[in-house]
């Protein structure tokens, strides 16, 4: 009950800061990134760009933004095979790929930094999200778009966004970077032997997998109620979508009170500010959250309070779905691909209890690991020095498992 009234004082308070700081809406001076698309940000870094759409085997059509060329340079060959090792950066929940550029300068940001080191870069964005939030049947409208979690981003989302770069590139493999839930993604897809044999190089960054404890305030108040039944009888179907409402609202909120910020965001997915550029924070909260489905978090709720396992439908729903009256379990052992993780001290969802008891299920597909004791989740892509302590590391070992060499000189780990 405490937690309940701790979240419903919660909404009161950010209601009622937002009543008194909009009218102050004047003096808040806009960052011009603040109303960029992800595309319109990389081209205002001077960058050349491209936008591709693809359709997953159950309808959903994913965005996706290439980066093919470092900055300055002339697209190498547009949509088309330009030679260059590729690299696919997926974000996590609540996120989107617009993290991978969002920086101030571009030398924070992976997905300029790959760049200029000779990767050809697509940034990726998974079903629900603010750039792929279209279907060729249903509309965000229709309860049917949202019956998924990250099940269907890892079984259908994922190996067709591999399967794609592939297809313009010309190359047999391609290297896989996520952070938080895209990680979960790929350590669910990369036990298919098929789909390994794509991927050269698997870099999990904040990897999530078990979250028996985790500490997100958030999933813990989700795992208490019966939160779907709730949010399905208040009609709910996406969870915190991103809209223009909050695009507008969210950097005036940061920007009167960055502490207010902090915990609307550590609700989600739980952070602190010691590493991220505070002046840089209402940028970022005007691109977040990037939505998801009500189903996809209460399917990590579900996990939180029973595993690692497939979502639960409920028994008649599971043994229809899977022939069973409980989920099948994700067994991680059966995970085949390359692999490289970065972990965080700080990290409500990556607990480091729950990546301790990842490390030794990889066996010797861990080709490498890096713990940040002052790290928390997000710090891994909004960080202003991961370029320093994480991104080296990454660029380094993809460079050295890329099917191609670059002209580019390697970053020294």
Same mark, same amino acid.
């Given at each position: 009950?405490?937690?309940?009234?701790?979240?419903?004082?919660?909404?009161?308070?950010?209601?009622?800061?937002?009543?008194?700081?909009? +009218?102050?809406?004047?003096? !808040?001076?806009?960052?011009?990134?603040?109303?960029?698309?992800?595309?319109?940000?990389?081209?205002?870094?001077?960058?050349?760009?491209?936008?591709?759409?693809?359709?997953?085997?159950?309808?959903?059509?994913?965005?996706?933004?290439?980066?093919?060329?470092?900055?300055?340079?002339? +697209?190498?060959?547009?949509?088309?095979?330009?030679?260059?090792?590729?690299?696919?950066?997926?974000?996590?929940?609540?996120?989107?790929?617009?993290?991978?550029?969002?920086?101030?300068?571009?030398? $924070?940001?992976?997905?300029?930094?790959?760049?200029?080191?000779?990767?050809?870069?697509?940034?990726?964005?998974?079903?629900?999200?603010?750039?792929?939030?279209?279907?060729?049947?249903?509309?965000?409208?229709? #309860?049917?778009?949202?019956?998924?979690?990250?099940? $269907?981003?890892?079984?259908?989302?994922?190996? *067709?966004?591999?399967?794609?770069?592939?297809?313009?590139?010309?190359?047999?493999?391609?290297?896989?970077?996520?952070?938080?839930?895209?990680? *979960?993604?790929?350590?669910?897809?990369?036990?298919?032997?098929?789909?390994?044999?794509?991927?050269?190089?698997?870099?999990? !960054?904040?990897?999530?997998?078990?979250?028996?404890?985790?500490?997100?305030?958030?999933?813990?108040?989700?795992?208490?109620?019966?939160?779907?039944?709730?949010?399905?009888?208040?009609?709910?179907?996406?969870?915190?979508?991103?809209?223009?409402?909050?695009?507008?609202?969210?950097?005036?909120?940061?920007?009167?009170?960055?502490?207010?910020?902090?915990?609307?965001?550590?609700?989600?997915?739980?952070?602190?500010?010691?590493?991220?550029?505070?002046?840089?924070?209402?940028?970022?909260?005007?691109?977040?959250?990037?939505?998801?489905?009500?189903?996809?978090?209460?399917?990590?709720? $579900?996990?939180?309070?029973?595993?690692?396992?497939?979502?639960?439908?409920?028994?008649?729903?599971?043994?229809?779905?899977?022939?069973?009256?409980?989920?099948?379990?994700? +067994?991680?052992?059966?995970?085949?691909?390359?692999?490289?993780? !970065?972990?965080?001290?700080?990290?409500?969802?990556?607990?480091?209890?729950?990546?301790?008891?990842?490390?030794?299920?990889?066996?010797?597909?861990?080709?490498?690991? #890096?713990?940040?004791?002052?790290?928390?989740?997000?710090?891994?892509?909004?960080?202003?020095?991961?370029?320093?302590?994480?991104?080296?590391?990454?660029?380094? !070992?993809? $460079? #050295?498992?890329?099917?191609?060499?670059?002209?580019?000189?390697?970053?020294?780990?």
């Amino acid at each position: 009950m405490m937690r309940i009234i701790t979240l419903a004082s919660f909404v009161v308070v950010v209601s009622l800061l937002l009543a008194t700081t909009i +009218n102050a809406n004047s003096q !808040f001076e806009e960052n011009p990134d603040d109303k960029r698309n992800i595309s319109q940000i990389i081209v205002a870094r001077g960058y050349a760009e491209e936008d591709h759409h693809v359709v997953t085997p159950d309808g959903f059509i994913l965005s996706l933004q290439r980066i093919p060329a470092s900055r300055y340079q002339p +697209n190498p060959a547009p949509y088309a095979a330009n030679g260059k090792p590729a690299v696919i950066l997926q974000h996590g929940v609540e996120d989107i790929g617009t993290s991978w550029v969002i920086q101030e300068n571009v030398y $924070q940001s992976l997905g300029f930094i790959l760049a200029d080191a000779g990767f050809d870069v697509w940034i990726s964005n998974v079903r629900g999200t603010t750039y792929s939030n279209s279907h060729i049947k249903y509309n965000p409208t229709q #309860k049917e778009f949202w019956a998924w979690s990250f099940d $269907q981003m890892a079984e259908y989302d994922l190996p *067709t966004v591999v399967d794609y770069v592939l297809g313009v590139t010309g190359h047999e493999t391609v290297g896989y970077a996520g952070h938080s839930q895209g990680t *979960t993604m790929g350590f669910i897809a990369f036990t298919n032997p098929e789909l390994v044999k794509k991927i050269n190089l698997f870099v999990a !960054f904040a990897p999530v997998v078990r979250v028996t404890h985790c500490t997100s305030e958030l999933l813990d108040v989700m795992a208490d109620l019966d939160l779907a039944n709730i949010l399905e009888l208040l009609g709910e179907k996406a969870f915190l979508p991103d809209t223009p409402t909050m695009q507008k609202l969210m950097p005036v909120l940061c920007g009167a009170s960055p502490d207010m910020c902090q915990n609307f965001l550590g609700l989600i997915m739980g952070f602190d500010l010691s590493n991220i550029n505070n002046t840089r924070l209402p940028v970022i909260m005007a691109h977040e959250p990037g939505g998801t489905s009500v189903q996809n978090v209460v399917h990590w709720s $579900q996990c939180k309070k029973h595993g690692y396992r497939k979502y639960s439908y409920g028994p008649l729903g599971n043994l229809e779905k899977y022939g069973q009256l409980e989920p099948p379990s994700y +067994n991680i052992t059966e995970f085949l691909a390359p692999v490289i993780i !970065f972990y965080g001290g700080h990290d409500d969802l990556a607990d480091l209890t729950d990546v301790e008891w990842l490390i030794p299920q990889l066996g010797d597909h861990l080709l490498y690991q #890096k713990f940040m004791p002052s790290y928390s989740h997000i710090d891994f892509v909004w960080g202003e020095n991961a370029y320093q302590w994480i991104y080296n590391d990454a660029v380094s !070992f993809l $460079q #050295k498992y890329a099917p191609t060499s670059t002209s580019q000189t390697h970053v020294s780990l």
